[in-house]
């Protein structure tokens, strides 16, 4: 019954992994790593993916959708790096290595990885532009798309995971407060210089709206990795879609589904 | 000595009495990859409507003690992507197929009523009256016992299949409607659909869900479901498929005595892609505890 099906969003049952390492990374910002048994190793995973992870009091049912910030298939060993901002991931960050927990995935399309890698070879610049909390799914395709340019924005000089980034990519940062980089956002960044051919982004609203604009003037090609409050993550609920300005082909109406057909969108076809 | 776990509703036998809740498990395409559908009962869709229907504004859904609040607003592609795709799919699988209908005004439920009428893949029928009548000013059908009874008899002219109605709990008295279906003709009915709720983010000072409104569904609403179950049982004769926040096989039971022939499971779906098969296994091994041969001899056995 519980067979893998490693093409990105054909998740098999729910599975048990072990907590092998948890840290704060930074204020608020949690570091899991999980581990799956031994025969129920996803094969790979796709940058974008995330899982649904669920937290062990009874009194919850819903999965949290989060984000795959690095997966070792040799071990076996998934890394997931979220904000804690209420009671379901408040659970997850108080796991202790040696516990269980539940998980269901790898979910989603993840970034368009063959595209990305023939136009990369064809000399395409592409940026990876991750903002906040969007910063840790963007690790884990700078480490599957080497050479790249990323951007990161962050609140305040507690710059996490930017020092892994510098081992795949021509880092830069921006910091709200300017205490570190650029005083501004990632769009003040990328406006400091020319427009890359490609950008792939993962952040919040504010952030994915501004970018989908400055592509739009810059003729740039833009990936696009939304979140929506979910409840299933297989795509059977209808729960988390976004609007499409084309009519999609499972909905047969102009909604797409986040988990499913997302989370990563091209921004022109969706309307943030 | 292994149980019989089969049952009849409305003369159609079903292998075991457990089925997903409509909106939970889509046709079941999704979920093809995780389990053996044919393992199940019965696979019920989510509501198709005669044309495709977009739903409300997100967020649609969150999460609530002991359950969900949603708002999808029945967003579906319409019968005929329905019936190219979807029924297309079951075709393939060994299991009874209930499609669930809404409607926003009677004529919608009739187009596809009559729609399904020739697709031999259908087995029943089981009408969401809970949608909003646009036509009375957004008054769910089946909210009052008179336009209940109304839209029942007018499907039930139509349809050919047996006609199961999904009531809503959100009624002052569940034994009326219950009755009313009956009357209408129905030949069988649900219950319990979701329970109106509302969820407010206090430090954004904002409603959560874009529609206000959401259904709650989970265990938070298994007694109150139970409850109604008993109630409409001791209403009327026609069989029961009792649904409400089932999240174990004790659950599934507990409605089976109440006065349910069959079960079905909702939001646990999202918790435990597997739970109904779990659910399947537990309540056959109850039966082989209790030296039970017929699961169905448990459908109002609660002692009075």
Redesign the interface.
Known sequence: MSTWDSAAGRPAAKKTVRVSAVKELADGICELVLTYPERERPENAVPGQFVMIYPGDGSHILGRPISVCGYNPVEGALRLVFRVVGKGTGELAALKPGEEADVLGLLGNGYPMEELRTRKSEGAQIALVGGGIGIPPMLELARQLPGCRAVLGYRTDDLFLMDEFQEYAVTQAATEDGSFGTKGTVLDVLRQGSAPDILCACGPLPMLRALKEYAAENGVTAFLSLEERMACGVGVCLGCVCRTTFKDEHSQVNRARVCTEGPVFRAEDVEL | MKADLSVNIAGVTLKNPVMPAS????SGL??A????LSRLGAIVT?GVSNI????ND??????V????L?A?GL?N??VD?FIERDLAFLKQVDTRVIVNVCGKSEQDYLDVVERLADEERVDMLEINVSCPNVKEGAIAFGQNPESLFHITQEIRRKAKQPVIMKLTPNVTGIAETARAAEAGGADAISLINTITGMKIDVERQRFVLANRTGGLS??AIHPVAVRMVYEAAQAVRIPIIGMGGIASAEDALEMMLAGASAVAVG????????IMLRIIDGMAAYCERHGIGRISDLTGAVHT
């Open positions: 909106g939970t498990f889509g999704e979920y990859r995780m389990m053996d989510k495709p229907w977009e739903g997100v967020p649609r859904v969150t999460e003690p002991g359950g969900m949603n999808i967003q592609p319409g992507v989970g265990p939001a646990m779906n999202f918790n435990d892609p597997l």
